[in-house]
C-alpha cells in the first residue's frame, strides 16, 4: 500500500513543524538563509473537517492503543494493528475512525488507504515510538507520529525504504529523485513534493516543483566541516539544518549543488554558514527556491516576483516567482486543483498525500 494513499496525506519543512513551540535549538546556521531562499517546511495535508464529541471506546485491549503489534488479536475487540508491512515501525494499534473525537485526547483520525485510522498526536519527536517522527499537519494545529524509519532493524524482518522512511517498500526507481519537478508527490521516489501551488492555493516559489525526502540532523559536531553532510539522505542529497533543528530531529534532504548552474531556473545553490560561530560559507550547498526580492536574485523570464513580505518602511524584503503562465506546460494549474490530495497526492510532509510534506521536528 503506498505511503501516500496509506495516510491520506509534504517540500521543504512549511509543514507545520513539530515542535515549533519547543525549547530553542543550539543555532547551528547563522547565514541569512530565510532573507536569501524561500524557506520550506515539512508538513502534512489532511483536508479540515468538523468534529463531534462522541463516546470514545474504552481501551480494553490486552496492548494499549498505539502500542507495537503483528496481529490484530494483540490489540483486542475492535481494534486494528497497522502492521509493519503496511510501513508501521514495530507495527501500531489503533482502531477505525471517521472523526477525532472518537481516537481520544491522545489521537486524531487520519486517512489510511479506503478509510481512517486513529494516529498518535504528538508535541515533539520525543512524544513518539522509536521509528516514528512528530509531523506538522497543513491547516490543522494539530501535529501526530508518522512512519519514519531510520534502519532496518525498525522493520524487521522487513527493510526501510530510506526515501519515502516506510517500511516493506521497496524504492520505486521509475519515480524522481531529490531536486526533480513534480507536481504530485507521487512523481517523486520519496513520495514528497513540494509543489509550485501548494494546498491553500498560494504560490510557493518552487517554480515546476521539486522533490525531497527527510533526514536525521546529525549532531552539532558534525556540521562543523567544509560540507553540509548527508547525513542518511539518498547519494546527491544533503541533510541542512537551521537554528530550530536540535539534533536528532527531522530536517529536509535537499539536492546538493555547489553553483546556481546545477539548480534549475527559479532555484538557488544556498551555501549556509557552518555555525553561528563561524560564518565561513560551506563549500558545497543546497538548490532552494529563491526569495526575488533579496539583492540580485531575479526570476527567469517566464515568471514573475510577487512581493510576500515587507519590513515597517514598506519596503519588499520578501518574494516568491510565480509563472506568467500558469497553465503554460508543466501543469501548475493542475498541482493546484488536486492541491487537496494529500501523499497519495501531494504530500506536505505528514506522510502520504501529494500535498503533504513531512514537518520537521523543531525541538528533537
Same mark, same amino acid.
Given at each position: 500500500?503506498?505511503? &501516500?494513499?496509506?495516510?491520506?496525506?509534504?517540500?521543504?519543512?512549511?509543514?507545520?513543524?513539530?515542535?515549533?513551540?519547543?525549547?530553542? #535549538?543550539? &543555532?547551528?546556521?547563522?547565514?541569512?538563509?530565510?532573507?536569501?531562499?524561500?524557506?520550506?517546511?515539512?508538513?502534512?495535508?489532511?483536508?479540515?473537517?468538523?468534529?463531534?464529541?462522541?463516546?470514545?471506546?474504552?481501551?480494553?485491549?490486552?496492548?494499549?492503543?498505539?502500542?507495537?503489534?503483528?496481529?490484530?488479536?494483540?490489540?483486542?475487540?475492535?481494534?486494528?494493528?497497522?502492521?509493519?508491512?503496511?510501513?508501521?515501525?514495530?507495527?501500531?494499534?489503533?482502531?477505525?475512525? /471517521?472523526?477525532?473525537?472518537?481516537?481520544?485526547?491522545?489521537?486524531?483520525?487520519?486517512?489510511?488507504?479506503?478509510?481512517?485510522?486513529?494516529?498518535?498526536?504528538?508535541?515533539?519527536?520525543?512524544?513518539?515510538?522509536?521509528?516514528? &517522527?512528530?509531523?506538522?499537519?497543513?491547516?490543522?494545529?494539530?501535529? &501526530?507520529?508518522?512512519?519514519?524509519?531510520?534502519?532496518?532493524?525498525?522493520?524487521?524482518?522487513?527493510?526501510?525504504?530510506?526515501?519515502?522512511?516506510?517500511?516493506?517498500?521497496?524504492?520505486?526507481?521509475?519515480?524522481?529523485?531529490?531536486?526533480?519537478?513534480?507536481?504530485?508527490?507521487? $512523481?517523486?521516489?520519496?513520495?514528497?513534493?513540494?509543489? $509550485?501551488?501548494?494546498? $491553500?492555493?498560494?504560490?510557493?516559489?518552487?517554480?515546476?516543483?521539486?522533490?525531497?525526502?527527510?533526514?536525521?540532523?546529525?549532531?552539532?559536531? $558534525?556540521?562543523?566541516?567544509?560540507?553540509?553532510?548527508?547525513?542518511?539522505?539518498?547519494?546527491?542529497?544533503?541533510?541542512?539544518?537551521?537554528?530550530?533543528?536540535?539534533?536528532?530531529?527531522?530536517?529536509?534532504?535537499?539536492?546538493?549543488?555547489?553553483?546556481?548552474?546545477?539548480?534549475?531556473?527559479?532555484?538557488?545553490?544556498?551555501?549556509?554558514?557552518?555555525?553561528?560561530?563561524?560564518?565561513?560559507?560551506?563549500?558545497?550547498?543546497?538548490?532552494?527556491?529563491?526569495?526575488?526580492?533579496?539583492?540580485?536574485?531575479?526570476?527567469?523570464?517566464?515568471?514573475?516576483?510577487?512581493?510576500?513580505?515587507?519590513?515597517?518602511?514598506?519596503?519588499? /524584503?520578501?518574494?516568491?516567482?510565480?509563472?506568467? !503562465?500558469? !497553465?503554460?506546460?508543466?501543469?501548475?494549474?493542475?498541482?493546484?486543483?488536486?492541491?487537496?490530495? !494529500?501523499?497519495?497526492?501531494?504530500?506536505?510532509?505528514?506522510?502520504?498525500?501529494?500535498?503533504?510534506?513531512? #514537518?520537521?521536528? #523543531? #525541538?528533537?
Amino acid at each position: 500500500m503506498k505511503f &501516500a494513499a496509506r495516510w491520506g496525506m509534504v517540500f521543504g519543512l512549511s509543514v507545520a513543524s513539530c515542535g515549533d513551540s519547543g525549547a530553542p #535549538a543550539p &543555532a547551528p546556521d547563522a547565514s541569512p538563509v530565510d532573507a536569501q531562499v524561500v524557506v520550506d517546511t515539512p508538513v502534512v495535508t489532511d483536508t479540515a473537517r468538523p468534529d463531534t464529541a462522541v463516546d470514545v471506546p474504552a481501551d480494553t485491549g490486552p496492548r494499549p492503543i498505539f502500542s507495537p503489534c503483528t496481529s490484530r488479536a494483540q490489540c483486542g475487540t475492535g481494534r486494528l494493528c497497522s502492521t509493519i508491512t503496511e510501513g508501521y515501525p514495530g507495527g501500531s494499534c489503533t482502531r477505525a475512525c /471517521t472523526m477525532d473525537a472518537e481516537c481520544g485526547d491522545e489521537g486524531l483520525c487520519w486517512p489510511v488507504g479506503s478509510g481512517r485510522r486513529c494516529i498518535p498526536r504528538c508535541q515533539t519527536s520525543d512524544d513518539c515510538r522509536e521509528g516514528y &517522527a512528530c509531523l506538522g499537519i497543513s491547516g490543522r494545529e494539530d501535529s &501526530a507520529c508518522f512512519p519514519h524509519c531510520t534502519a532496518d532493524a525498525q522493520c524487521a524482518p522487513m527493510a526501510c525504504n530510506q526515501w519515502s522512511r516506510e517500511c516493506g517498500r521497496p524504492v520505486d526507481t521509475t519515480r524522481a529523485e531529490n531536486g526533480a519537478p513534480c507536481n504530485t508527490a507521487l $512523481e517523486c521516489r520519496s513520495e514528497r513534493c513540494t509543489r $509550485e501551488v501548494n494546498s $491553500e492555493g498560494n504560490p510557493t516559489g518552487s517554480l515546476g516543483g521539486i522533490c525531497y525526502s527527510l533526514c536525521t540532523v546529525l549532531e552539532n559536531s $558534525e556540521y562543523v566541516g567544509a560540507n553540509i553532510p548527508r547525513a542518511n539522505c539518498p547519494m546527491g542529497s544533503v541533510c541542512p539544518r537551521d537554528s530550530s533543528t536540535m539534533p536528532g530531529g527531522v530536517g529536509l534532504c535537499r539536492v546538493e549543488c555547489t553553483t546556481n548552474d546545477n539548480c534549475r531556473p527559479g532555484f538557488i545553490c544556498v551555501h549556509p554558514a557552518r555555525s553561528a560561530g563561524d560564518p565561513t560559507p560551506y563549500v558545497n550547498g543546497y538548490c532552494a527556491a529563491m526569495n526575488c526580492r533579496y539583492m540580485t536574485q531575479t526570476c527567469p523570464a517566464f515568471a514573475t516576483c510577487t512581493t510576500t513580505r515587507t519590513d515597517d518602511a514598506g519596503v519588499a /524584503t520578501s518574494g516568491v516567482c510565480v509563472r506568467n !503562465d500558469p !497553465d503554460g506546460g508543466d501543469g501548475a494549474s493542475d498541482a493546484a486543483v488536486d492541491a487537496t490530495s !494529500d501523499r497519495g497526492a501531494d504530500a506536505t510532509d505528514a506522510p502520504a498525500s501529494d500535498a503533504a510534506v513531512a #514537518a520537521p521536528d #523543531a #525541538a528533537g
